[in-house]
């Protein structure tokens, strides 16, 4: 399975961005999802996550101004981003926590590439 992030780039503060988080393999169920961010010379952590049923979980940093979301059919996962500022900047990961292919195997911990959000006049 790989994660797919998209949605990244320059906006300006104030702004929104929407993150997506696209799966392709042959996946049977995911349990939580989440977002994750890493700014230069700091530590990754969390953003936001999401359970199988829908149960959200966010940052305080963010509380209010981002909003996750995910829809199962597509196994699938999006991040609104609004009243963007600069300290949001980062590169912004996926991950699934765990998740069960077609043929029964599970599989932990698995991340995408990054997308880039930078957040600046």
């Known amino acids: 399975v790989q994660l797919v992030e998209s949605g990244g780039g320059l906006v300006q503060p104030g702004g929104s961005l929407r993150l997506s988080c696209a799966t392709s393999?042959?996946?049977?169920?995911?349990?939580?999802m989440g977002w994750y961010r890493q700014a230069p010379g700091k530590e990754r952590e969390m953003v936001a996550t999401?359970?199988?049923?829908?149960?959200?979980n966010y940052a305080d940093s963010v509380k209010g101004r981002f909003t996750i979301s995910r829809d199962n059919a597509r196994n699938a996962v999006y991040l609104q981003m609004s009243s963007l500022k600069p300290e949001d900047t980062a590169v912004y990961y996926c991950?699934?926590?765990?998740?069960?292919?077609?043929?029964?195997?599970?599989?932990?911990?698995?991340w995408g590439q990054g997308t880039l959000v930078t957040v600046s006049l």
């Open positions: 999401i359970t199988s049923d829908d149960n959200p």
């Open positions: 393999g042959n996946i049977f169920s995911i349990d939580t």
């Open positions: 991950n699934a926590d765990r998740y069960i292919d077609t043929r029964g195997f599970t599989y932990r911990d698995v």
